[in-house]
């Protein structure tokens, strides 16, 4: 039987360099993610202004001060949906609702953020429709835009 002073290389070994790469990894890695997953979290521009998405400490400083200016803005200036919305249920005063669901589609396609907003516009413009036309003339109008949400909205407002 030898004995060296060498550590053992196969079973019971203390581990070699790579053995201390992988624990140091181990370690600091789940702390560089955290740290850039928050650092990529204040750099997303969450308020919907196009003026400049990096957060500082000042902007934090700022903003309590300029919380009463946000709301007078907002309440001013519609959101885009919003505005949509209004807008055509204003020309289903004024137009049948074959015609406005087109208008509809038309503002989906030229603005492709509006999707999301599509169902629930619609689904509005269904509601609206019965209430002015009646249930069986507004459901004739129905057509598969926005996944069928104005016949949806027909029939919400019909039950």
């Given at each position: 039987?030898?004995?060296?002073?060498?550590?053992?290389?196969?079973?019971?070994?203390?581990?070699?360099?790579?053995?201390?790469?992988?624990?140091?990894?181990?370690?600091?890695?789940?702390?560089?993610?955290?740290?850039?997953?928050?650092?990529?979290?204040?750099?997303?521009?969450?308020?919907?202004?196009?003026e400049?998405?990096?957060?500082?400490?000042?902007?934090?400083?700022?903003?309590?001060?300029?919380?009463?200016?946000?709301?007078?803005?907002?309440?001013k200036k519609?959101?885009?949906?919003?505005?949509?919305?209004?807008?055509?249920?204003?020309?289903?005063?004024?137009?049948?609702?074959?015609?406005?669901?087109?208008?509809?589609?038309?503002?989906?396609?030229?603005?492709?953020?509006?999707?999301?907003?599509?169902?629930?516009?619609?689904?509005?413009?269904?509601?609206?429709?019965?209430?002015?036309?009646?249930?069986?003339?507004?459901?004739?109008?129905?057509?598969?835009?926005?996944?069928?949400?104005?016949?949806?909205?027909?029939?919400?407002?019909?039950?």
């Open positions: 039987m030898t004995h060296s002073t060498t550590p053992q290389t196969r079973r019971g070994h203390r581990g070699g360099p790579a053995r201390r790469i992988g624990r140091t990894l181990a370690l600091v890695l789940p702390v560089v993610l955290v740290l850039s997953g928050t650092l990529a979290v204040t750099r997303v521009n969450w308020t919907g202004d196009s400049g998405s990096v957060l500082t400490a000042s902007d934090v400083a700022q903003a309590p001060a300029q919380a009463g200016t946000a709301r007078t803005v907002t309440a519609a959101a885009p949906q919003d505005a949509l919305r209004d807008r055509l249920l204003t020309e289903l005063q004024d137009k049948n609702p074959g015609v406005v669901l087109t208008h509809l589609q038309q503002a989906v396609n030229g603005h492709p953020a509006l999707a999301e907003h599509c169902t629930s516009i619609a689904r509005t413009l269904g509601r609206a429709a019965v209430r002015l036309y009646g249930a069986s003339r507004a459901q004739s109008y129905a057509r598969p835009v926005c996944d069928t949400s104005f016949a949806t909205g027909v029939l919400a407002a019909h039950s």
